[in-house]
């Protein structure tokens, strides 16, 4: 499992942080043009808490969102994923994984560092088990839709998953885990990669540190759960 946890790679800019193989446990996720360098300050080498608390009435609001979703019975693979205060709709693409097991990331240009890669070939919306794998850039400068998630994705908050052909998913956040990088626990990469249990939406983007081109200290996800 080690051996295909999203690692970092590194884009010609030497700005961003990848988050690809999971060797270096979901390291690509941004490139040295995408890394974040500011995230949000975390409480513990591990935490698994909801973003900032007091909900305002405008994440309120975002919530009762949950009542418009119109939840499409059978599989689809996404092409577009709405997310309160971020992105209205921003664009999926489909990335293969690498020969050792690594699932794609977006490509790394202007127009990649504002899309989520999903991993073609794996869980799709709307299945009854197994996570749908989802990564964004993460840019030192603070650009990239990686940084806007760690700014304002909130537990609470209600995803929606398009298709190409109108099809809809919608997915609620439940949890928010800080973990360090390389060093992150088995069991949260087995969480994230869970292919069997209850069908959750499961996105990762790089956080903490930026230590260099590419290097940062900590990988923040979230796992959302369908609105039934």
């Not at 941004?30 to 900032?52: F, I, L």
């Not at 989802?134 to 609470?156: E, K, M, Q, Y």
């Not at 908050?157 to 609620?172: E, I, M, N, P, T």
């Not at 990762?204 to 590419?214: D, K």
Request: net charge positive; glycine share 12%; with cysteine.
């Amino acid at each position: 499992m080690a051996g295909r946890w999203l690692p970092a790679a590194v884009a010609t800019a030497g700005v961003a942080c990848i988050v690809g193989g999971i060797a270096v446990w979901l390291g690509a996720s941004t490139s040295e043009t995408a890394d974040t360098g500011r995230a949000p300050q975390v409480q513990s080498a591990v935490s698994s808490t909801p973003s900032p608390s007091r909900p305002s009435p405008t994440h309120l609001r975002r919530a009762g969102d949950r009542h418009r979703c119109r939840q499409t019975q059978q599989p689809f693979a996404p092409t577009s994923l709405s997310v309160p205060g971020v992105a209205r709709p921003a664009v999926v693409v489909p990335a293969t994984r690498d020969v050792q097991g690594t699932p794609g990331v977006p490509p790394l240009t202007d127009t990649g560092k504002h899309e989520f890669a999903w991993d073609a070939g794996g869980i799709r919306p709307g299945a009854s088990h197994g996570n749908v794998l989802l990564n964004a850039h993460t840019w030192p400068d603070g650009s990239a839709l990686g940084n806007a998630l760690l700014r304002n994705l909130r537990r609470g908050d209600v995803l929606v998953v398009g298709g190409a052909d109108g099809q809809q998913s919608c997915y609620r956040v439940g949890d928010r885990v800080v973990t360090p990088f390389p060093n992150t626990p088995s069991d949260v990469v087995a969480r994230y990669y869970n292919s069997t249990g209850q069908p959750q939406l499961a996105i990762i983007v790089c956080s903490g540190q930026r230590l260099g081109p590419g290097v940062w200290t900590r990988r923040t996800l979230w796992f959302a759960s369908p609105v039934r």
